[in-house]
């Protein structure tokens, strides 16, 4: 491996294990403030008792975020300090917002949520939790703004060899940031469906648990939670995959499978052997007009192919890069991400149809249980092939059409460095994982806290400025 490979699997590396974290945390973080809502709205103290037990494992997945958060921001200028300097100009103004002012306010008001449940009247305690998700979700959108540059500049200039600003509404206006942003943000949501929701079913696979109608509507509430998240992510990932069509065909085209331009109308190619390098094609199943419906919304359209834009994007760029992404990880990685993003919407649908008043099967048949228990899995999955196919599809590009990959690589790293911090940050994460995962498993095990009437301010007046206040 050369110091490109090694910076380029760094960087990855740490990419997906932090944003294991970041939709977990927002999403969960939203299901919890919906859950306090309810409370504060119908008085049910079931939805109380829901409200502290998710929101431990909420707090617990915004603990891990943070770290791997501030381990990412070292990678920029750790092994890719030239892209620091090109981007420094761009890149400065939303990542100092980001922490100025989003995650101030979002720390802020977590640490309000979590110190003043005897302090406040509960629909302030609410509040603050809804303004942490608010903000994480402001967070979020800081970061994707620098990202949308990266894939889609806007509102620049290039002064000096450097990108240097010259319109900041123009880059939050960017439409690729808009795009990614809910894109994100509706998968940030499944996610934290999801996960509420498979917890719940593997806690209800045990038949002597004695808290079954809390675990039930955690569950329920899980997936009606899913079902908005995972219709929301269909619809930002249609209008995504339009503006892929025009902004980066090259990245779309390799999702598809398309060397040759395609037919017209263009079939779907659910499953594609390719050789890369003859680009020859080996073994594929097809659905037709389905390509043309899903780029086009009719059923007529052909797609470009690759060897068509790469050629195109010779001329524009210059014919010493090869324009070809790694096509079999992109077509993999968006299959991955569609079938199972349908599948997601598909368990929301028929698991709140089974689990119905009247019917009560999803709970009452264990195979459907552990569907949607395995589906707490699947949001990491997609979340990461997504990923993979906005950062992979770039290529040759980390700044698109401006910064190649080979001129971002900081200059004075060396292969021995770059192993070294590989694996001390591979024992990290492989640490921070095992950690997590066992404080979540035992938070599960042991089961929401029994119901103390006493807990809260409505029911008992608190001094806050005696001492046991706070205990
Ligand atoms: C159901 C159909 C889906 C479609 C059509 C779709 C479409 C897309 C497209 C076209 C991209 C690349 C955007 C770019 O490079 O600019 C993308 C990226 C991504 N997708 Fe999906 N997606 C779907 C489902 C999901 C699901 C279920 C999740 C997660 C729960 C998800 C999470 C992501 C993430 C995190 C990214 C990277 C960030 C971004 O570019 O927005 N996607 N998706």
Do not use: C
Not at 102 to 115: D, K, N, Q, R, Y
Not at 247 to 261: H, I, L, S, V
Request: net charge positive.
């Amino acid at each position: 491996m050369n110091i490109l490979d090694l910076a380029r699997f760094q960087f990855g590396m740490t990419t997906i294990f932090h944003f294991f974290f970041v939709p977990f945390s927002i999403g969960t973080g939203l299901v919890v403030a919906i859950m306090e809502t309810m409370w504060v709205r119908t008085k049910d103290r079931l939805y109380l008792r829901m409200t502290k037990f998710w929101g431990n494992i909420f707090l617990l997945s915004f603990a891990v975020g943070v770290v791997t958060g501030i381990i990412q921001e070292f990678q920029f200028g750790m092994n890719w300090s030239d892209y620091s300097r090109f981007m420094g100009d761009i890149f400065g103004a939303p990542l100092a917002i980001e922490a100025l002012l989003a995650f101030f306010m979002e720390s802020t008001f977590l640490g309000l949520w979590i110190f003043t449940w005897k302090m406040v009247k509960p629909w302030l305690h609410n509040l603050f939790m809804w303004l942490v998700t608010a903000a994480s979700m402001l967070s979020a959108f800081w970061i994707i703004t620098a990202n949308a540059f990266m894939q889609h500049p806007t509102g620049y200039a290039i002064k000096n060899g450097r990108a240097v600003m010259t319109s900041f509404p123009k880059l939050i206006a960017n439409t690729q940031a808009w795009y990614e942003f809910s894109h994100v943000i509706a998968g940030a949501i499944a996610m934290g469906g999801f996960l509420i929701a498979g917890m719940a079913a593997f806690k209800l696979l045990n038949k002597q648990l004695k808290e079954k109608d809390f675990f039930k509507r955690s569950l329920k509430l899980g997936l009606v939670v899913g079902l908005v998240g995972s219709i929301a992510v269909f619809a930002a990932g249609d209008r995504q995959m339009s503006a892929l069509i025009k902004d980066q065909p090259m990245k779309f085209a390799a999702t598809e499978g398309e060397f040759k331009n395609s037919p017209d109308p263009a079939p779907w190619k659910l499953i594609d052997v390719i050789d890369p390098v003859t680009h020859e094609e080996k073994f594929t199943i097809e659905i037709p007009y389905m390509l043309s419906l899903l780029s086009f919304h009719k059923p007529y359209g052909s797609i470009e192919g690759m060897d068509s834009v790469n050629k195109k994007l010779q001329a524009k760029y210059g014919d010493q890069n090869n324009y070809y992404p790694p096509i079999n990880t992109l077509f993999l990685s968006f299959h991955l991400m569609a079938l199972f993003g349908m599948a997601m919407l598909g368990v929301a649908v028929l698991g709140l149809f089974f689990a119905r008043k009247k019917s009560q099967l999803l709970f009452r048949q264990k195979w459907m249980l552990w569907i949607v228990g395995l589906f707490t899995f699947v949001p990491f999955i997609t979340n990461t092939t997504g990923w993979l196919v906005t950062e992979l599809g770039r290529y040759p590009w980390t700044v698109y059409g401006l910064f190649t990959i080979k001129q971002s690589v900081s200059p004075n790293v060396s292969v021995g460095s770059l192993l070294t911090s590989n694996i001390i940050y591979f024992l990290l994460f492989t640490f921070l994982a095992i950690v997590m995962v066992s404080l979540v498993v035992k938070e599960l095990k042991k089961g929401p806290d029994a119901d103390e009437e006493s807990t809260l301010s409505s029911e008992q007046e608190v001094d806050p400025f005696n001492k046991e206040a706070f205990e």
